[in-house]
C-alpha cells in the first residue's frame, strides 16, 4: 500500500516524502526535445537577501561533461530542517514556468550531482540554479506545493524549466498529467545565484556520434578560445561548449547567438 508522509505548517501541506508508490504512466524523458528553443535565462541578480549554505564545504570540480562528485544531500532529498526553513521564511527568488517529470532511464543511474538517482526522493533538475538549492513548487493549477532540491540538470525540453522526480510529481499532482504550469521558489542556494559558477551551452539531441563530431569541428572554429566536447546520452549524442573559465557572461552571450540547423542550444550551469 503507498504512503504518502505530509506535514501542515503555515498554513500549508508540504509533502516530506513519498515512499513505496507504484508507477503508474511512463515518464517524460529528459531526451525529449524540439527545434530551436530559447535558451533559458540564468537566475537575475538577487539583491533582497543573501543565499544561506547548505553546507559550508565548497562544491567538487566538475569533470569534462560537467559531472561533479557527489554532493551528500538529506535522505528523501529534504530534511525537517528544509521544511521548518521553508515554512518560516520568505523565498529569496522566484519565477513561473512548465514542468514535466522524469525517471531513472537505468538502475544505478546517476544524478548531475553525483548521487544515484532516487525515484522516491524529493528533488528535481533545472538547467541554472545551484545544485543542493532548496525550493518549493506549486502547481498553479490544483494549489499543490512541496519542498524539494536541485540535484540534476535538465529538462533538455524546449519550453519547460523543471523536471521533477516521480515523488515530487506525485507531490505536486502532475504525475498523471505528465505536464502543469509551476511556480518555484527559491529558499536556499549553497551558492550565489547572481554571479559565479561554471556555465556552459549544451547542444542535442543529435542522432548520431558522427552529426556530433561535425557539429563539434564547426563550434571548434566559430570558438576557439572554448572548450568543446561530445558525448553520448540517453540514445542520443551532445555537444557541450564551455567558455574559458566556464565564465557565464561569455556562456550566456554563446546561448544568445547560436543558430543552428541541428540539435538545441541550453544555457546550463555544471556546479
Known sequence: MSRVETRVMDGRTWVAGV???????????????????APQAAPPEVTAQQSEP??????????????????????????????????????????????????SPYKGRRAANGEVFDDDAMTAANRTLPMGTLISVTNLKTGQVAAMRINDRGPFSPGKIIDLSPASAKA????????????????????????????????????????????????????????????????????RIRPEGDDRREAEAIARHLRLTEGDAYLTRLD
Open 54 to 103: 547548505v553546507t559550508p564545504t565548497p562544491a567538487p570540480a566538475a569533470t569534462e561533461t560537467g559531472r561533479i562528485a557527489a554532493m551528500p544531500m538529506p535522505d528523501g532529498g529534504v530534511s525537517d530542517d528544509d521544511l521548518q526553513y521553508v515554512s518560516s521564511h520568505d523565498p529569496i527568488y522566484s519565477f513561473e514556468g512548465d514542468a514535466t517529470w522524469y525517471r
Open 19 to 37: 515512499f513505496g508508490m507504484a508507477l503508474l504512466a511512463a515518464g517524460c524523458g529528459h531526451h525529449q526535445t524540439a527545434r530551436m528553443p
Open 172 to 239: 505536486v499532482g502532475i504525475y498523471r498529467s505528465g505536464t502543469a504550469r509551476v511556480r518555484i521558489e527559491v529558499y536556499r542556494s549553497p551558492k550565489p545565484l547572481d554571479h559565479g559558477g561554471r556555465w556552459c551551452v549544451q547542444i542535442g539531441a543529435l542522432s548520431s556520434e558522427r552529426e556530433a563530431e561535425k557539429l563539434k569541428k564547426q563550434l571548434l572554429r566559430r570558438y576557439p578560445e572554448s572548450h568543446v566536447i561530445d558525448f553520448p546520452g540517453e540514445k542520443s549524442y551532445w555537444v
